[in-house]
């Protein structure tokens, strides 16, 4: 955990983690679409299969970027930031503090489930439990009864971004009836077919001995004296 303040920027900027705990509505099938949050329609697998969590409550670990108005000023809105891979919220923390400054807003990145700096095992988390997260973390973060919320997402941030207004996300009434706006920045949304790149890439990530072996090459990275 972090933090810092600046006195010239007139923000406080807080990196720590969150434990963020959430159930999934809608069971994830073979042959359902991670998509179905915004569209209510199926015709493929999830991006990683089946739902780890057969149904049950999720709990996790989070990073957290909070970047905060200091010398008395009210923040005119809470801005939630969903981010594109890797999903750590210290990626966006120049940012974070510009948004905060030019709207004179409490700005929030939530890092992505399982995506974290701590050195505990985690589970992959398919789309739709990414998303079903973010709602966590709204429930969670979004503590300020009287303020506007805006959400943003970048690259697949936005597909979770668009998710908070889908019919499943109307449940949470305690954040959604203050959210005012989404923006999506640099919007990854869907695999696009008619790309060669995009198409291989889709068929490597769906290829499971490669989880394995990029898990293997990310616990032999940390060994090293760096």
Request: glycine share 8%; net charge positive; hydrophobic share 40%.
């Amino acid at each position: 955990n972090g933090a810092a303040a600046s006195a010239d920027s007139g923000v406080d900027v807080q990196s720590t983690s969150v434990s963020l705990c959430w159930t999934r509505d809608h069971k994830t099938k073979k042959g359902s679409d991670q998509s179905h949050y915004m569209w209510g329609k199926a015709s493929k697998p999830p991006l990683f299969g089946a739902s780890s969590a057969g149904g049950k409550p999720l709990k996790c670990s989070t990073d957290v970027l909070d970047v905060k108005l200091v010398d008395g000023r009210k923040a005119t809105a809470h801005i939630f930031v969903y981010p594109g891979n890797p999903g750590l919220p210290e990626y966006y923390r120049v940012f974070a503090q510009s948004l905060a400054e030019e709207a004179q807003a409490r700005v929030t990145v939530v890092g992505h489930a399982g995506h974290t700096r701590s050195d505990d095992m985690h589970p992959v988390y398919p789309l739709c439990e990414q998303v079903c997260h973010k709602f966590a973390a709204l429930d969670e973060l979004a503590v300020d009864a009287d303020v506007p919320i805006a959400v943003v997402g970048h690259s697949i941030g936005a597909h979770m971004a668009l998710a908070c207004l889908s019919p499943s996300a109307s449940h949470n009434n305690g954040w959604r009836r203050r959210l005012r706006s989404v923006v999506c920045a640099t919007p990854f949304l869907q695999t696009n077919k008619r790309s060669t790149l995009q198409r291989t890439l889709d068929a490597l990530v769906r290829f499971w001995p490669l989880h394995l072996l990029a898990a293997l090459l990310g616990d032999l990275l940390r060994l090293l004296p760096l």
